[in-house]
């Protein structure tokens, strides 16, 4: 069966400061994707990165990192010189069947000015 | 492009009634998923379409149900409302199987 955890609850930081947050996940299947959605207070998710499992190349894109390492099945999550704007509810979610998306349990980020 | 759009935004419900939400989901896009979020069971999956056909479900009771239409289109409807199911319900669509879902900024109902 597939499971995600994100054993962070919650994290606060103060702006400028770098933080990781943690995933890792369970899947028996060979073929799988992992996502990251950011949640707002508005509670819309949004898409932040897929990366299917053949692909272990870290990604960059800004201030936003992601660093994928099967060999610990985890998929985790960092961002540079944090901002206010990134508080937010993260959440990291794992497909290896069709389109159902399984999610962990979610982190909530409070940067603090 | 515009968004996954979900009608209403806002519900209220009082137990034992129905209630149906909707879903229009990225242009192009024909596969839809649903999802419940509560504070205590999190987001869980609830069920998929493609192309008006249910192609995955969650494990939820029979009063969840689901459909699409040919415009891809789809609605969710909850009968005989309880307290729990009280939630923030978003939708999902997709280009395709294992591709990248977007969702939409969901229905919050409340039951009372």
């Known amino acids: 069966a597939q499971k995600v955890t994100q054993a962070q609850t919650e994290i606060s930081v103060v702006e400028k400061e770098d933080v990781t947050l943690d995933c890792v996940y369970e899947?028996?299947?060979?073929?799988?994707?992992l996502f990251w959605y950011k949640q707002p207070p508005s509670g819309e998710l949004v898409f932040l990165i897929r990366?299917?499992?053949?692909?272990?190349q870290n990604e960059i894109s800004g201030r936003y990192s992601w660093n994928f390492q099967k060999s610990t099945s985890s998929f985790n999550f960092t961002i540079t010189a944090s901002q206010v704007v990134d508080s937010a509810v993260y959440f990291c979610a794992l497909s290896d069947n069709g389109n159902k998306l399984v999610f962990g349990a979610g982190t909530i980020l409070r940067v603090k000015s | 492009k515009a968004g996954v759009t979900q009608t209403p935004r806002y519900l209220i419900k009082t137990r034992g009634q129905q209630v149906t939400l909707s879903c229009s989901p990225i242009?192009?896009?024909?596969?839809v998923s649903w999802y419940q979020q509560t504070p205590g069971q999190g987001l869980q999956f609830l069920f998929e379409?493609?192309?008006?056909?249910?192609?995955n479900k969650g494990n939820f009771p029979g009063r969840f149900s689901g459909r699409q239409f040919s415009n891809s289109r789809s609605e969710m409807n909850v009968s005989t409302l309880e307290l729990g199911d009280s939630a923030l319900y978003l939708c999902?669509?997709?280009?395709?199987?294992?591709?990248?879902?977007?969702f939409g900024p969901g229905t919050r109902l409340l039951v009372l």
């Open positions: 999902a669509s997709s280009s395709g199987r294992l591709e990248t879902q977007y």
């Open positions: 242009s192009g896009h024909r596969s």
């Open positions: 379409y493609f192309s008006e056909t249910q192609r």
């Open positions: 899947t028996r299947d060979t073929t799988y994707y």
């Open positions: 990366r299917n499992s053949f692909d272990e």
